[in-house]
């Protein structure tokens, strides 16, 4: 290769292809332990959520998703109770993409975290039934946001 080459420009169709879309494997242990008899008093549920997603973060994260994508942390939080994926992608740094760029990102990243939600109906109904609320959050390789997806399992409405 020519020592002159450019790199490949940055685009948010770019980074999605790499952005790690599919539900983690956290959210597997989620529902297994929410069927392995866990109390169905919501406070007790989740309060072992958190502490059963805490363990794993020590455990077995960061883990890579993908080339440029590192699940950093799973935290569920019983102020708000939202469930947080904490994504870094190394590929880009948050000045490398305008306002447009980022929200472009965004709506890909929607659109594919909210099919991916919507094909796990046993999960989803978990979540309503507690009201955990679902944010992924990726950050660019310079730690700055870059973009966020929050999912209502509430109002959530999934075709099919």
């Known amino acids: 290769m020519p020592s002159d080459a450019t790199p490949r420009k940055i685009t948010p169709k770019r980074i999605l292809i790499f952005a790690g879309l599919a539900l983690p494997v956290a959210l597997a242990g989620y529902l297994y332990s929410a069927r392995a008899g866990q109390s169905t008093d919501p406070d007790t549920f989740l309060r072992q959520s958190a502490e059963y997603f805490d363990q ?26 939202t469930l947080y994926y904490r994504y870094a992608i190394s590929s880009v740094s948050s000045t490398q993409l305008d306002a447009a760029g980022k929200a472009k990102l965004e709506d890909g990243l929607r659109s594919r975290l909210v099919a991916s939600t919507c094909q ?27 973009a966020k997806v929050d999912i209502d399992p509430q109002t959530l409405r999934c075709r099919g």
């Open 56 to 81: 794993q973060t020590r455990d077995h994260l960061p883990q890579q998703v993908d080339k440029v994508t590192t699940l950093k942390s799973v935290q569920l939080s019983l102020d708000d109770r």
């Open 120 to 146: 796990q109906q046993e999960l989803l109904e978990r979540f309503r039934r507690y009201r955990v609320r679902i944010s992924h959050q990726y950050t660019g390789n310079d730690g700055k946001l870059l």
